[in-house]
């Protein structure tokens, strides 16, 4: 593999390491986990991509790798969703940040 090409993917690295850092200090509320999410995947595409030589491996391997990180995101979907649609439960009452059984 090139050294241009480890040099370039690790200088891409670390933009988007100081994008993530960057993103912390920003006010842009609950933006901050979606950018961050997008910096990540972005991140992992890159050592996937390079550092593992998905690039070099057949169309078979690379279907698999897409699948896998589909159902990935699919189940932190289902996740997200369970967890924003979950009513509070009748059994906990939470008064100013402390939780009390009632």
Known sequence: MP????????AA???LLSLTIASSFLPIGEWR??????????KAALILWIFM???E???????AAIIA????LVLGGLLAADYGLRSPSPYVQIDAGIATPR
């Open 69 to 72: 990180a589909v159902l990935l």
């Open 33 to 42: 986990q979606v950018i961050n999410f997008a910096i990540a995947i972005a």
């Open 13 to 15: 690295l670390l933009v």
């Open 57 to 63: 491996e057949t169309a078979l391997v690379r279907l």
């Open 3 to 10: 050294v241009g090409r480890l040099v370039f993917t690790w």
């Open 53 to 55: 030589k998905m690039c």
